[in-house]
């Protein structure tokens, strides 16, 4: 058996891509504004454009997340803000009616088991 020297990793790492110096740097991207924070980015591909469906953010809120959808509403650029609060209140009442039908169900099981 050898030994290895402690000093001498046995993997060597090396960089996808080399980091890039100030001659690098591409000058027409230096003045462009970064992206609106709380906005979905837009691009070509098809998950953007399904995140930026009116309809399929809606079917979202009511029929898979509830309330805990809201930030996924928020970030929907084809939403006016009158509509977002809306739709904010609507999705929280919603939300808000199914867990009481949920307690109330549990309730009603409960005291046919107790009863």
Do not use: H
């Not at 690098?24 to 991207?29: C, E, L």
């Not at 309809?55 to 509509?83: D, I």
């Amino acid at each position: 058996m050898s030994q290895q020297d402690d000093s001498v990793s046995p993997i060597d790492a090396q960089l996808a891509a080399p980091p890039l110096s100030a001659n690098d740097i591409n000058v027409s991207t230096l003045g462009q504004a970064p992206d609106p924070v709380g906005y979905a980015q837009t691009g070509g591909g098809g998950t953007d454009k399904l995140i930026q469906s009116k309809l399929a953010v809606l079917a979202c809120l009511f029929l898979v997340t509830g309330f805990l959808g809201l930030p996924l509403l928020w970030m929907n650029r084809r939403f006016s803000t009158a509509e977002r609060l809306f739709w904010s209140i609507v999705v929280t009442i919603y939300t808000l009616v199914l867990i009481a039908i949920v307690g109330a169900v549990l309730v009603w099981v409960y005291r046919q088991i107790a009863g």
